[in-house]
Structure formats: C-alpha cells, structure tokens
Nanobody, 115 residues
Framework: QVQFVESGGGLVQPGGSLRLSCAGS????????MGWYRQAPGKQRELVAF???????NYLESVKGRFTISRDGAKNTVYLQMNSLKPEDTAVYYC?????????WGQGTQVTVSS
C-alpha cells in the first residue's frame, strides 16, 4: 500500500536550484529510511541521498555540499533541495525506501540542467 509521488523537477541553468518533493501515501514514510535515486541517460540508477527516520543523512560524494535531503513528518513528505546544479545532475529523480521496494518505483521527476 506504500506509494510515493515525485514532483518538483524542471529545466534550470547551471548553478540554479530545484526542490524535489516525495509525497507518501501515508505516515509510514516518516518511519522509513528513505532515499532519492536518479538515472541519467545511458547510466545505471544510483542512490543520491538517504535519510534515516532519526534524521541522519548521507549523500553521494558528487552531490555533497550541494544537495540536502530532509523530511516533513506533518506533510508525509521527503524533500531533496538541490543547489549549484551542474549539467551532470541531469537525470530522472525517484524516491523509494533506502532498500527499495520494486512495487513503488514511480514515474520520477525530470531534472534537466542546461544553458
């Protein structure tokens, strides 16, 4: 019954910012370790960031200092704030459990960083 819906992507110039949202179908999202993933053209899907239910976070080395994962329990939502975006950040971004459940990969949200 777990469902996640990604939103917030778009086209931005290098150096720009976007805030992605992952809305859960219920409050269960607040007690799960959640991750943001991305898949760029011609590349495998990779884990970008994750957040434990207790708030501890970790990041892909290439996004450290630029991306921030967070959650708002009242809104049943996990966020990914992306700053100083680079063309290599271009990908479809997905959210799922840190240990993904294949039933709940959604459409993702497209992030394109280009001049």
């Amino acid at each position: 019954q777990v469902q996640f819906v990604e939103s917030g992507g778009g086209l931005v110039q290098p150096g720009g910012s976007l805030r992605l949202s992952c809305a859960g179908s219920g409050s269960i999202i607040n007690i799960l370790t959640m991750g943001w993933y991305r898949q760029a053209p011609g590349k495998q899907r990779e884990l970008v960031a994750f957040i434990f239910s207790g708030g501890i976070t970790n990041y892909l080395e290439s996004v450290k200092g630029r991306f921030t994962i967070s959650r708002d329990g009242a809104k049943n939502t996990v966020y990914l704030q992306m700053n100083s975006l680079k063309p290599e950040d271009t990908a479809v971004y997905y959210c799922n459990k840190y240990v993904p459940d294949d039933r709940y990969w959604g459409q993702g949200t497209q992030v394109t960083v280009s001049s």
